[in-house]
């Protein structure tokens, strides 16, 4: 069985794509639309898709709808989530509320999960459609719950590891397990195997969101593509601050919170008085040991799939590759 | 067979709706969702839903889901649009972004969204299911569509009949439409039945809507539930002012025009001299007609359904109802 490459699959998708036609009016509506949809990304959502269900199926075109479905779906919960955090700027252009304004935001994200709706809907063989609909909207519920939580966090004075987990999970691992999970049942996969990469996408998505964290700090901003100690300078409350917090002794414990509640400092000042006390408790060795032990947890899951061992390699090199971002 | 009076079908609908439990996590999330769905109203869409299954199934329960479902998008559309519009009340309570926050407003409207896709899915016939879902999901769209028409009339200079007819079809008319055609569909219907009924839900949309832009200047307060002139005075292009711009000659439009300009006046001044232009343009009179007409057009769709003749009593009367808020 012939089976695409991580690239050969991202290109096909992306073309989908970017053909996908806005041609309705109001332009008004559509055009911020079609804006995101063509900022292009790394397409992980629909790719992870195909990937489950080119393990089972040779027809990868035959769910490009639903493909695109969860590439939308994610691209809404950016836009209202750009909105409601007052970003200004994402892969590197205006975010759509600065662009056009807040009240086109709120509706041309509103008619993007329609839409993604639209697409989930569209082409679905028909046996599969009650189980993937289901799928779709549980995972679209909790990201939202996900993103409710985050904000929830940012006004509270401390944050437990396990509420911080339970977070990223809902914000971010749910929709990569649900892409894989639908793509898998689509390809004929069994309910078994279904929920095995539903649960692979869950420990995966994990092990991305911590290396994030992680990255802020320690990345290379040219690989990393953002700057470096974002996180550290608005005090957000990352697995990084969460286990220094956790670990720190009441002097250092103080020290830090000086830190955080100091306005006036240099930025760069700030980062590295930060970094350096990440450093002392041995944040970065905990954080990579998490990403490690939850990425070895994903792929003992994938191992146990019940697919021949040469088919699940374009999947976990494809993952092996997102996790070498210079870690 | 068995048909329930518009009362049972409102009293059942209501009960099945507040009955919905939102015990998920985070109850930030949820709760203005609660708040929004026992504030109460008419439960016109899905009472429209019922009643179309009525004619044809007597067992209304089995798609309660899919008649709380629509009245969940119904109030999405009303979370959100009032927070596009700054409006503070709503059914005499806070509206939710005025209550909680903006962002709170943003992110439960989009919950609502999903829970409206889950709550059609639920017990859903698996062969109409499909058609149900692009059904719902092309009003769903169509209203969007229709709101983001509404926002740009606020600043054009002109809107034609024409343009605002199409507006109030997509933002108001396309739902109840929508409402009657699944509830027809479900119960078994024909699909010319269904269309016929959508059809008829198009006409009596927009007769509903120049009614309430009638109401807004010649309703009597108490029976109406808003105050008199709203629309005149914050200039909104309702069909009233469309036809008395269209219909006015060049000495009345500057006189009328110098009305909408001037941001000093007393605001009962404006809504007396408005009205008696309205008055002397014969505009009341012209909206009854149109109104009439659409009634009308509604009426003798109703009469041509292949159901007998008694089943359609209930739905006409509930029409005839509403129709007569002191008109």
């Given amino acids: 069985m012939k089976q695409l490459s991580s690239l050969e699959l991202q290109k096909q998708i992306n073309a989908y794509i970017e053909a996908l036609s806005y041609m309705r009016d109001p332009r008004k509506l559509y055009d911020p639309i079609d804006y995101v949809l063509t900022l292009g990304g790394k397409r992980l959502r629909p790719v992870l898709m195909l990937m489950a269900y080119n393990m089972y199926r040779e027809d990868v075109n035959r769910i490009f709808s639903q493909a695109a479905a969860i590439e939308v779906y994610h691209n809404f919960t950016l836009l209202h989530d750009d909105l409601m955090d007052h970003a200004t700027v994402r892969r590197g252009k205006s975010t759509v509320h600065v662009k056009w304004n807040e009240n086109t935001a709120i509706l041309s994200g509103d008619t993007m999960l329609i839409l993604s709706y639209y697409y989930m809907l569209q082409n679905c063989s028909s046996n599969l459609m009650e189980t993937v609909m289901f799928e779709f909207g549980r995972a679209a519920l909790e990201v939202c719950e996900g993103q409710q939580l985050d904000m929830e966090f940012e006004t509270m004075s401390e944050v437990s590891e396990d509420e911080y987990l339970k977070m990223i999970r809902l914000k971010t691992s749910v929709l990569l397990a649900c892409a894989l999970k639908i793509g898998a049942l689509l390809g004929g996969a069994s ?47 990352t697995f990084m601050l969460i286990t220094a917090l956790k670990n720190a002794d009441e002097k250092t414990r103080l020290h830090l919170q000086k830190w955080l509640l100091d306005q006036q400092c240099q930025p760069s000042d700030k980062i590295k008085a930060v970094t350096e006390i990440y450093n002392e408790l041995s944040v970065p060795d905990i954080c990579k040991a998490k990403i490690q032990s939850y990425y070895k947890e994903g792929m003992e899951l994938l191992d146990r799939l019940s697919v021949a061992p040469e088919k699940k390699t374009i999947l976990s090199s494809y993952i092996v590759g997102l996790m070498q971002r210079n870690l």
């Fill in 191 to 237: 309910g078994q195997d279904a929920q095995m990469l539903y649960d692979f996408g869950i420990k995966i998505g994990l092990a991305f969101q911590l290396q994030d964290d992680y990255l802020d700090v320690y990345g290379d901003t040219a690989l990393f593509g953002k700057n470096i100690g974002g996180d550290i300078l608005c005090n957000k409350k």
